[in-house]
T-cell receptor, first 112, second 113 residues
């Protein structure tokens, strides 16, 4: 069975500092990986995805993620955090069946 | 382009009742997926429809069902509601099924009393 782990329930970072939100996955076959962000009382917004090709994926709002096949990881990063980045972040994986599995989410808090 | 719309936004039902939620995808999108979000279980996939056919189904009981119409609008139905069905139900649309980027609606908050 496929699975996604987001090991940190919460990540705290100061505004202007780099941020990383971690994600590891387990899936049969080639992984299709996604990051989404959710603001309070809102649906999810797509940030970026890895399907194939370059391991470094650039997405919306200055976010990027690096696919690491050997470590089965897909960590989300941003060079300089903004207070407005504070939200709930979800990592998701699809395998060959295309059924998506989401992580439990990581709450990102950016302090002014 | 208008986003994904879900109706109603909020719903209160009692145990044993049934409920129907509606989702209108982005114009031109043919795939609609449904998810349940709860504090305890997180985000869980319910089912995905493409061109009126169910393509994938998550691990939910048969009380949860859905359908998609020829205009790509989708409905999901939950029969014999249980307290544990209280959740935020999210709909997402994409141009194609599979790995295409999904765009989510704001969700329907269902409370079962």
């Amino acid at each position: 069975a496929q699975s996604v782990a987001q090991p940190e329930d919460q990540v705290n970072v100061a505004e202007g500092n780099p941020l990383t939100v971690k994600c590891t996955y387990s899936v049969s076959g080639n992984p299709y990986l996604f990051w989404y962000v959710q603001y309070p009382n809102r649906g999810l917004q797509f940030l970026l995805k890895y399907i194939t090709g370059d391991n470094l994926v650039k997405g919306s709002y200055g976010f990027e993620a690096e696919f690491n096949k050997s470590q089965t990881s897909f960590h989300l990063k941003k060079p300089s955090a903004l207070v407005s980045d504070s939200a709930l972040y979800f990592c998701a994986v699809r395998g060959g069946s295309y059924i998506p599995t989401f992580g439990r989410g990581t709450s990102l808090i950016v302090h002014p | 382009k208008a986003g994904v719309t879900q109706t109603p936004r909020y719903l209160i039902k009692t145990r044993g009742q049934q409920v129907t939620l509606s989702c209108s995808p982005i114009s031109g999108h043919r795939s609609v997926s449904w998810y349940q979000q709860t504090p305890g279980q997180g985000l869980q996939f319910l089912f995905e429809y493409f061109s009126e056919t169910q393509r994938n189904k998550g691990n939910f009981p048969g009380r949860f069902s859905g359908r998609q119409f020829s205009n790509s609008r989708s409905e999901m139905n939950v029969s014999t509601l249980e307290l544990g069905d209280s959740a935020l139900y999210l709909c997402a649309s994409s141009g194609l099924a599979g790995t295409d980027t999904q765009y989510f609606g704001p969700g329907t908050r269902l409370t079962v009393l």
